[in-house]
């Protein structure tokens, strides 16, 4: 079973400047709920018992928000005002959650080989701290599910307009079943007619130990860091690599489009003020012809 998960979280975050001058991205709230507290949540009812959050300079906000707050838990005790007690109750408590700094930002290969002692030689879950997924069935859940199956490394893709492939890391491979594929291919950022697929990398995975092995031997790539693709390149020569489309919707915080996109389609699903949020919209979309 697979019972630890591995969240990068160091980047620099500079497509979202200057929010993230002095702040991680990963702590950008979607409504009120930083980000990476969606992803924590996600592991955690994927049955994942224990995190490993790869942090780094100017990130300890994270720290501090999934840890104890006595000043602001006697406060909200003293006024009873139990739901966000318990809230921030839960929060501290919600997983087993370790970090270690990734003191270069060397990129996403490299954050993850900072995790090898802390999993050992087990297959583990990673979730980009950056991405959401909203779903019905928890989507780390989805490919551990996978996993027990072809009980190799799999990646989690979803399908992209044609169009749009050049944004996104894509995989290509033979067809297994509706939603696994044989990966052959990974390639980073194609255009439309050199894309294998329209199936697009979506920021969780299942690794076999094995990646440690393939990192040490990938070098440094595109921006002149260690990138997981290029080390899954390494894997797929040596392990079987599946990937797996996801029931799900992804959604990249890290890019400003959309972060607004994800913030209104949340606020648009929150019962308190779905309704005079879509009334809002309406109005400012009228007032915007
Ligand atoms: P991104 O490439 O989206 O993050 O990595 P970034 O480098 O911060 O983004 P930009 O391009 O500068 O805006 C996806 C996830 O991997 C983490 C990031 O924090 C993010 O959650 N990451 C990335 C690391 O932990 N270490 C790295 O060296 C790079």
């Known amino acids: 079973m697979i019972k630890k998960a591995v969240i990068p979280a160091a980047g620099l975050g500079t497509r979202f400047l200057p929010a993230t001058k002095a702040q991680p991205k990963e702590m950008l709230p979607i409504i009120d709920t930083p980000t990476i507290q969606y992803v924590v949540q996600e592991a955690v009812d994927s049955g994942i018992e224990d995190i490993l959050i ?18 602001l838990e006697s406060r909200l005790a003293k006024k009873e005002d139990e739901r966000f007690y318990n809230e921030v109750m839960r929060i501290a408590d919600m997983a087993n959650i370790h970090y270690i700094r990734q003191k270069e930002v060397n990129g996403l ?16 879950a990673v979730l980009l701290g950056d991405t959401i997924v909203n779903s019905i069935i928890p989507v780390t859940q989805q490919l551990i599910d996978s996993y027990e199956q072809y009980r190799c490394s799999i990646i989690a893709v979803e399908e992209v ?85 996801i029931e799900g919707k992804r959604y990249d915080i890290g890019n400003k489009l959309d972060f607004l996109k994800t913030t209104v389609e949340f606020a648009l699903r929150r019962k308190e003020f779905a309704t005079d949020f879509r009334e809002y919209l309406k109005e400012v979309l009228k007032e915007s012809k």
């Open 109 to 124: 290969g490299d954050a993850i080989y900072h995790a090898r002692q802390h999993v050992g030689n087990e297959p583990f």
């Open 161 to 245: 307009p044609h169009d749009k492939v050049s944004r996104y890391g894509i995989a290509g491979g033979q067809s297994v079943s509706e939603k696994i594929m044989e990966v052959q291919n990974l390639v980073e950022k194609p255009s439309p007619n050199e894309a294998p697929s329209n199936l697009a990398i979506a920021g969780r995975y299942i690794l076999t130990p094995e990646i440690f092995r393939a990192i040490e031997n990938t070098p440094k790539g595109k921006g002149n860091e260690v990138q997981l693709t290029d080390a899954l390149h390494l894997l797929m020569k040596r392990e079987r690599l599946v990937s797996n489309t």
């Open 54 to 71: 790869i942090s780094g300079k100017g990130k300890r906000t994270i720290e501090d928000h999934f840890d104890r707050n006595f000043e």
